[in-house]
């Protein structure tokens, strides 16, 4: 029901340099049997699309690495995609798709969970709304179909909004996050960084912008590097006895 979408398309880079926009965006489209079939009951064609997609990608591949290269500094966002989408709007047909096979996904998960236990909550975590890109690779978020408000009465109830910057980027986006799901039927929480160069006594700070924001949902992020200072600054914040995980 999902496509794949490799993370090698969504990156900024390749080996030899900064890839090509266009290229970055074909590239995570998926033209498998399964997918070309459950478009066809959408009434898409990805036969043809297919065909498209490998002639614009041809377009992309005949423009010299040095040029791509000489304006990495221009070509770091999706600032060009816009125009993109207006010149070949069949583009947007798969990505509204790919929204369309997640919703499927989520009200069959919502399923098969209730019929085993009734009350789990299910969530989804996403990157922020308007700070796209962690770490190095920078991925495009809409094109993962990530979309706060296509979300907002999904078979969720929880969207986690995963903010690893400072206190200003975590309120403007827990904002942004809260706008997009306004009248829907999802919650969002906010998760700040506790870990990198984040100090203990930062996270009073991180947790106050997130309520600010409009939540009082907030998640202290650490994958596995929570150490005992940290952990003792969550407690102080929440004012609970918090455990890492292991």
Request: aromatic share 8%; hydrophobic share 45%; glycine share 6%.
């Given at each position: 029901m999902l496509?794949k979408i490799?993370?090698?398309?969504?990156?900024?880079?390749?080996?030899?340099?900064?890839?090509?926009?266009?290229?970055r965006?074909l590239g995570?489209?998926?033209?498998?049997?399964?997918?070309?079939?459950e478009?066809?009951k959408?009434?898409?064609?990805?036969?043809?699309y297919?065909?498209r997609?490998?002639?614009l990608?041809?377009?992309?591949l005949?423009?010299?690495?040095?040029?791509?290269?000489?304006?990495a500094?221009?070509?770091?966002?999706?600032?060009?995609?816009p125009?993109?989408?207006?010149?070949?709007?069949?583009?947007l047909?798969?990505?509204r798709?790919?929204?369309?096979?997640?919703h499927?996904?989520?009200?069959?998960?919502?399923?098969?969970?209730?019929?085993?236990?009734?009350g789990?909550?299910l969530?989804?975590?996403?990157?922020?709304?308007?700070?796209?890109?962690?770490?190095a690779?920078?991925?495009?978020?809409?094109?993962?179909a990530?979309?706060?408000a296509a979300?907002k009465?999904a078979?969720?109830d929880?969207?986690h909004?995963?903010?690893h910057?400072?206190?200003?980027?975590?309120?403007?986006?827990?904002?942004?996050a809260?706008?997009?799901?306004?009248?829907?039927?999802?919650?969002i929480?906010?998760h700040?960084?506790a870990?990198?160069?984040?100090f203990?006594?930062d996270?009073?700070?991180?947790?106050?912008?997130?309520?600010r924001?409009?939540?009082?949902?907030?998640?202290?992020f650490?994958?596995?590097l929570?150490?005992?200072?940290?952990l003792?600054?969550?407690?102080?914040?929440?004012?609970?006895?918090?455990?890492?995980?292991?």
């Amino acid at each position: 029901m999902l496509d794949k979408i490799p993370q090698a398309c969504r990156e900024q880079n390749a080996f030899a340099g900064r890839m090509e926009p266009m290229l970055r965006t074909l590239g995570s489209f998926c033209f498998c049997p399964h997918c070309t079939a459950e478009a066809k009951k959408a009434g898409i064609d990805l036969t043809v699309y297919r065909e498209r997609s490998l002639a614009l990608a041809g377009q992309a591949l005949n423009i010299p690495q040095h040029l791509i290269n000489a304006q990495a500094d221009e070509l770091n966002g999706d600032t060009e995609i816009p125009l993109l989408l207006l010149d070949h709007p069949w583009i947007l047909e798969i990505l509204r798709f790919r929204l369309d096979c997640i919703h499927r996904f989520l009200d069959e998960v919502r399923a098969r969970v209730e019929a085993k236990r009734k009350g789990v909550i299910l969530s989804m975590a996403f990157v922020p709304p308007a700070k796209i890109g962690h770490d190095a690779s920078s991925p495009r978020a809409w094109l993962a179909a990530q979309s706060y408000a296509a979300y907002k009465n999904a078979a969720v109830d929880l969207i986690h909004n995963v903010v690893h910057w400072d206190a200003g980027i975590v309120e403007y986006n827990t904002r942004r996050a809260l706008n997009a799901v306004a009248g829907g039927t999802v919650d969002i929480c906010t998760h700040i960084r506790a870990y990198g160069s984040t100090f203990p006594d930062d996270l009073p700070g991180l947790a106050a912008a997130v309520q600010r924001g409009g939540t009082d949902k907030v998640g202290y992020f650490c994958y596995d590097l929570m150490n005992e200072p940290m952990l003792a600054a969550v407690n102080r914040a929440t004012g609970k006895q918090a455990t890492a995980a292991r």
